[in-house]
């Protein structure tokens, strides 16, 4: 997909990604502490049911599951050679279970630490993107970052190596405020400005908090704004599992709010499940 095809497809309409990924292979059956990636490699088929059932409820973009697949974050369980093999199989087992019908995103996210110098975080990305590139991707997404950095390092990265849209979301306080400082205000401006393709938040909080953030975002950029957020605010059950509060018709009721508030691309995070994604395509095919 070229950059100005994708920003066609986000002037007709608003673009749906989309959802949960990890707490739904939790349900699966994934266990906690496990490398997620490595997870998926060995068990593909419950990542191939929830996205196809994604492509079913109306999502035009899935994330392929690259979401840690770094050198920085594989580290953490001695993977850090395996970069390569991770993404190619990774994008994969995701284009089987969508074909060529939904577009796939090579998904990229935080390292999770603040004092990573620069180099390092663009050499990390590079390498993913690189992977991505080569097995097919047809956009690139940095989701789930902290800080501006992040962001910063992989639209440096994905301009050395190919000229696919990048789109940038960060996780922020219901405030507006970002993890390693600053705030998503400066964040998108300073994120359009080196070229990014779309901008927006992702988890973060629901929906329903979110308008304030989103009505100010949109009158600071003037690319397609996302929003993918949680469902609801979760609460722990005795079992030490996430309950999120919000079921699949308030979510898109809200969301409903956000796109008229000015979000282009929208989607949702922790919580959510195809059935969210069923009710927010609903409501764009009853002409929001």
Known sequence: ??????????????????????????????????????????????????????????????????FSANR???????????VAE??????????TAVGSQVLVAGDLTTAGKQEIPYEELLEAYRE?????TQEGV?????????????????????????????????????????FFGGNIYEAVETLEEMGADAVGINCSTGPDQLLSVVENMRKRVSIPLIVKPNAGMPII????????????????????????????IIGGCCGTTPEYIEKLHNIFLAHI
């Open 138 to 178: 047809d956009l690139l997404v940095a989701e789930t970052m902290l800080g501006v950095t992040e962001c910063m390092a992989v639209l440096d990265a994905a301009a050395s190596v190919c000229n696919l849209p990048v789109m940038c979301t960060l996780t922020v306080e219901s405030d507006g405020s970002l």
């Open 128 to 132: 993913q993107i690189v992977v991505q």
């Open 1 to 66: 997909m070229t950059k100005k095809e994708f920003q066609n497809l986000a002037k007709q309409r608003p673009i749906i990604l989309d959802g949960a990924t990890g707490s739904n292979l939790m349900k699966a059956g994934m266990p906690r502490g496990v490398c997620t990636e490595q997870w998926i490699c060995e068990n593909p088929k419950p990542l191939q049911e929830l996205q196809r059932a994604y492509e079913k409820a109306g999502s035009q973009v899935v994330y392929a599951p690259t």
């Open 237 to 264: 059950n005795e079992q030490g599992q996430p309950v999120y509060s919000m079921g699949a018709k308030e979510f898109a009721d809200c969301m409903k709010r956000l796109v008229q508030a000015g979000a282009d």
């Open 86 to 95: 991770l993404n190619k199989a990774l994008i994969e087992i995701s284009r």
């Open 72 to 82: 920085i974050s594989l580290k953490n369980y001695g993977l850090e050679n395996q």
